[in-house]
Structures are given as C-alpha cells and as structure tokens.
C-alpha cells in the first residue's frame, strides 16, 4: 500500500547520512588530495572531467513541477538546519559544501568549494584549501570566516541531525582567507573530515544579522545552483537555476541542475495530488501507495505514453520503515509485549489483499545491503559480541537473528495470536471481560430492559495495577487508516484497545519531534557507510534529545559501544561484521513491527523530459541529472 518516504528532516539528515559514506585517507602521509573515500581509492582522478553517469552537455532550460516528500501539506521556514518550524522542501539546493557526493561510489566526495583536502597523518585535522572564486548569490566572496561561522553556528544552534555528528570536532579555524581546519577529539574521528566536507555554508555576514533558530521566510542568501523564486505556504515553492553559478562548469557540476525551475507543490492530500497530476497541473510524483501503483494508473494518458510510469531500481539499502513502539510509555518497556505487537500484524495477508504482492517484508535494520545479519554470527560477530555476553540475551550467540513471524495471508492469524497471548501473560497482562463502554450500544440496552443477558462483555488486557492496554496511533495522512485497521483487529482479540490518531502535518511533527505518542510510522535510511548518524537513530543519548531520530527511545550501552565499534572500523569488512552484530541485537530488542520495502522508485511523470542512459546506482538522479526535452514538450502540447 504505502511506502513512507524519509521525512524532509531525515532528507536533510543527509547531511549526516551521507555522513555515513567517510573519508579518511590510507597513505602514509597526509597529501592534498582532490578528494576522499573511506576504504579504498577514489574512482575519479583529479584532472577528471564530469562523473560518469551525466550527460555533460545537457540542455538547460524548463521546469520541473514535483511532489516532494510525501504528507507534507505546507511549510513556515526557510531554514531547515534548526528544530524550529516546518522547513520548505528543497532548501538544499541553496547552499554549496566543501565537498560533494559522487553517486555511483558508496563513500566518496570531491572538491566543491574546496579544490582540495589535507587529513593529518595523525587524522586529528584535516585543512581544506578553498577555490578563492567562490560566491555567495550577491557576489560577495566566500571564505575561510564563513566556514568558521558556519560550523559554530550549526554545533551550537543548528538541529540534533547537524549537531550531534560534530561532537568530536572541536573547534574550525581560518588559516587565511583560503584555508580553514577542523580539529577532532577523541579516537572515533574517522568519519569527520567527510562529516564537515558536506555541512551547508552559509554567509557570515548575512546570518549574523539574523537570529539563526528562529523561524522566518525571508529567503536566505546562498551560494548553491539555485535560489528562492515565489512561493505560498500550503501551495507551492519554486527555485530559480542561478545563470551566474560560479560552480556551473566544475567537473562535480558539469551535467547536473539543468532545470531553470523547480516548483515543489504541496497538497492537502494524495487524492488531491493525484487528481492534480492526472490534470497535469504538475510534472512528477513519486508513488509510494501499491494499490495506486496497480489500478489507478490505467488511463489513457498512461497508455499513449504522454504519461510515462517508471520503475527506478535503487542500489542502496532500502531503510527502516515499521511502527516505530515508543519504550517512554511503562507499557511498552517489557520486550516481550514489544515482540506481541509483532505477531499480531499479519504481513503476508495485507501484502496480499492491500499491496498487490508488490512489497517485500522488511527484516532488518540494513535491509537491501550486505550489512543485513543472516544465519549463526560469524567468528568475527562472536568475537566483538563476547565481551557483552552477561548483558545480552543467549539466543543471540545460538540462533539465527529475528525474522517477523509469517502466516498463510488467509487472515485466520490464530497460531501468531495464541503466541503473542502467552507473552503478554508471562510480561504480567491478563485478559478480564468487562462491559466495554459505547461498543455494544441500543441494542445491548434492549436486551438487558427487559430481562435478557446480553453478549456485551469484551476482552480488556489489564496489568498488575488494572491499567488496560490501549494503543494509540499517531499519523499525519490517511493513507494508513486502512493498514492500521486490520491490526487494531487483531490486536482487539488480544485484549488491547487501539485507535487511530490522525492530527494535520505541524502537530505531528511537532509531536514527533517531543516523543508524544505510543506508535507511528516513519521510514530512515541509511547510507553504504554507516556510522556517526546512528548515535541519532539508536544510541542512549539521543533518547532524550528532543528531535532526534531514537524514535523507540532506545537506551542500550551494546548498541552504543557497537554504534561506536562501526564509527572507528578501519576497514569495510570490519564495517560489515560490526554492522551485523548491532542489527542482531536491534532485532532481538523489538523496538519496532518492521513493515514493507521495496528497491526501488515508482515514478509517473508526463513526457517532457530527458535522463541519462546511465542511472547513478545510489541515488534517483531525477532533479540533477534529467532535463526538459523541447521536442518531447511540443510534441506533448495540450495533449495532457
């Protein structure tokens, strides 16, 4: 049915996911590279032209009109970099980085605004050498000062996704107009060069003038390949390419923003959306409801080819969407209530009947990627889990890692239930029958007016203290309704009273970011190196960090010690084994019912538009690297 796409905070997170693809350099002595990776040697050389996967000649010129994230139904800030306020979409493209992403490598970035990049042999520093051509949109001349503003400003004001992976870099410091210098603490610095190579730049001179974590549309100065143009908050936002880019004709931009225009629209539903994309009142929408995908894209247009349906594979992980239990609520802290939760959702049966089999269950915390646990632990897992054994549970050293429980996909869900009904008793639940307010009504009145016993009593799950179990679910769309029914079903013959709480898009994101809720469903994905981000997802301190990503509330000094086991591993396969070892004990932990994923994107976009040949295989390309066709235009005309 639905596949969630990563919210605008987690899109922006990337900033730290893309955190997740490191560099560090493997030589014996530091040397001015134009570029970093990870593990291994970079794929580009210095003098190369334009990466592989664009089409360095590409027209510019059009407009492309999208849906961005999906359920976003309007915004009050154009700036995303604090926790303040619901950030426009597509503010990322107003500011450059030192460095930026190649994406058909897992863990490499080249020269932005730095022609070059210096880690200390001791990997303490590392000092990049700016380009001294580069601009901010008024001309004005961007250097090292702004890069030292900067970073200060995003470590002490900016949002927890920005500030928590610059906690080991301890100061930035101007040497010059040219060069700048991060500095590190600690030993888990292999990540932080890449970590402050992506960090947005902002003006020093404009921002200082400004109250940074407050919200505002004024439409901020920037240095990247586009600007603000007009905008209606709940409507639309558009951004103008900048013809004076100073960054145009670099090899990293060579091919890429061909668009003149990108206009993100907001609506106040999918219906809405999809009505307005079938009226071509804009260009593209990303689906990510299968039954959609399946039936109602049977239209004319579709089948003339002006309408163009396309299935983009992905070669990323395919990230972490599930409902998310929040550990906060005492109901919620015992793990074997957490894992009834589990086996009372029947995967297969709304693959079945609401997904039309398009989707995959999700199993792991890295589905899609090599860093998914399978089997027994290997030697390696053994060996950096053993230290921990008296604190984990045994069945992580003698068994395969958990796999969500399986059914026919009848509905008749009765073995998962009588199993999930055991634990609940062990956990200290028992099931009364009670009279259940407002659930059996006139009807039962009539029955017991004139004498006659009525069958009103239900099942009521109540603990030690005669609290019952009830569940609340929290969402911002519709969409989930009809999935989110069919398990309040099943969990109702358990004795657990759910309901569905659907509140508009700022009082969810408020009240996700405040932890205020028993279950919700959000998707995170990971990047091909994962590391300091995941101390937001899923490590102690982030728990109480207001914004954070440890939606579950998740406080465990394994996961944290494994979390930081990945940040310092010197190589990928000592990355992969570490990464399997934590997804083993995430999964025995049941902080969450795991959903659906799919490894790739639908796409319905009318026919306008050219792409390259070449898809890069860790990104959807779509606003970077397409452009507008003017035949493909002409011919399309009003046929719409």
């Known amino acids: 049915m639905f596949l969630k796409k990563p919210s605008t905070k987690t899109t922006l997170s990337a900033l730290l996911s893309v955190v997740l693809f490191s560099g560090i350099i493997?030589?014996?002595?530091?040397?001015?590279?134009?570029g970093l990776s990870a593990f291994g040697d970079l794929k580009y050389a210095k003098d190369f032209k334009n990466f592989s996967y664009v089409v360095p000649l590409a027209p510019k010129g059009g407009k492309l009109s999208m849906i961005g994230t999906a359920g976003l139904t309007t915004f009050n800030s154009f700036n995303d970099m604090i926790i303040k306020g619901d950030a426009a979409q597509g503010l990322e493209y107003l500011y450059d980085s030192l460095m930026v992403r190649a994406q058909d490598e897992?863990?490499?970035?080249?020269?932005?605004?730095a022609k070059s990049a210096n880690v200390?042999?001791?990997?303490?520093?590392?000092?990049?050498?700016?380009?001294?051509?580069?601009r901010f949109a008024d001309g004005s001349k961007l250097t090292s000062a702004d890069l030292v503003f900067s970073f200060n400003i995003l470590k002490k004001k900016g949002h927890p996704r920005l500030s928590s992976g610059l906690r080991d870099v301890t100061s930035a410091k101007a040497l010059?107009?040219?060069?700048?210098?991060y500095t590190f603490k600690g030993k888990l610095v292999r990540d932080l060069p890449l970590v402050v190579a992506q960090l947005p730049i902002l003006p020093k001179a404009w921002w200082e003038r400004r109250e940074f974590d407050k919200t505002s549309l004024d439409k901020p100065l920037g240095s990247g390949p586009y600007t603000i143009g007009s905008f209606k908050p709940g409507s639309y936002v558009s951004f103008l390419r900048r013809k004076d880019y100073w960054a145009k004709d670099l090899p990293v931009n060579k091919g890429r923003y061909n668009f003149d225009e990108l206009r993100y629209e907001y609506f106040r539903d999918r219906t809405a959306e999809f009505e307005a994309l079938k009226s071509g009142n804009f260009d593209l929408r990303e689906e990510f409801t299968s039954r959609v995908w399946a039936n109602d894209y049977k239209l004319n247009a579709v089948k003339s080819g002006r309408l163009v349906r396309l299935d983009l594979d992905d070669k990323r992980p395919s990230g972490a969407q599930g409902f998310f239990i929040n550990l906060r609520r005492k109901k919620f802290a015992d793990k074997r209530v957490r894992q009834a939760?589990?086996?009372?959702?029947?995967?297969?049966w709304t693959n079945k009947n609401m997904f039309h089999g398009l989707y995959q269950r999700t199993q792991s915390f890295f589905e899609n990627s090599v860093m998914k646990a399978k089997g027994l632990p290997s030697r390696g897992e053994v060996l950096l889990l053993k230290p921990f054994e008296k604190q984990l549970p045994p069945e992580i050293f003698t068994h395969a890692p958990y796999i969500p429980p399986v059914t026919d996909g009848s509905g008749q869900n009765r073995k998962n239930l009588r199993a999930a009904k055991a634990l609940l008793q062990q956990a200290g639940w028992r099931v009364?029958?009670?009279?259940v307010k407002g659930e059996c009504g006139t009807f039962c009145s009539i029955l017991k007016a004139i004498g006659l016993k009525s069958d009103s009593k239900q099942s009521v799950l109540r603990n030690a203290d005669n609290e019952a179990f009830e569940i609340t679910f929290l969402i911002d769309s519709p969409s989930f309704k009809r999935i989110i029914s069919p398990y309040i079903k099943n969990l109702k013959r358990l004795g657990i009273q759910g309901k569905i709480r659907m509140v508009d898009n700022a009082q969810y994101q408020e009240r996700i970011k405040s932890f205020d809720f028993d279950m919700t469903t959000e998707r995170y994905v990971l990047g091909m190196t994962p590391s300091v981000a995941m101390r937001n997802y899923w490590g102690s301190r982030a728990a109480d960090q207001k914004g954070s990503y440890?939606?579950?509330?998740?406080?465990?000094?394994?996961?944290?010690?494994?979390?930081?086991?990945?940040?310092a591993a010197p190589s990928r396969e000592s990355l992969v084994t570490a990464s399997r070892a934590l997804d083993r004990i995430l999964r025995n932990g049941h902080?969450?019912?795991?959903?659906?994923?799919?490894?790739?994107?639908w796409l319905a976009y009318w026919n306008k538009f050219s792409r390259p040949v070449t898809k890069p295989p860790y990104a959807r390309g779509v606003i970077d690297l397409w452009w507008y066709d003017v035949k493909k235009a002409k011919q399309l005309g009003n046929k719409k």
């Open 341 to 348: 939760l589990d086996l009372a959702f029947d995967y297969e």
């Open 432 to 435: 009364k029958k009670e009279v």
């Open 550 to 567: 440890n939606l579950s509330g998740i406080k465990n000094p394994v996961i944290d010690a494994l979390i930081e086991k990945i940040i």
């Open 106 to 113: 897992p863990d490499a970035v080249y020269g932005l605004v």
């Open 591 to 601: 902080y969450w019912v795991p959903h659906w994923y799919k490894a790739g994107h």
């Open 176 to 181: 010059g107009g040219y060069k700048v210098r």
């Open 120 to 134: 200390a042999r001791d990997k303490s520093s590392v000092t990049f050498t700016l380009r001294p051509e580069a």
């Open 26 to 34: 493997h030589s014996a002595n530091a040397v001015e590279r134009h």
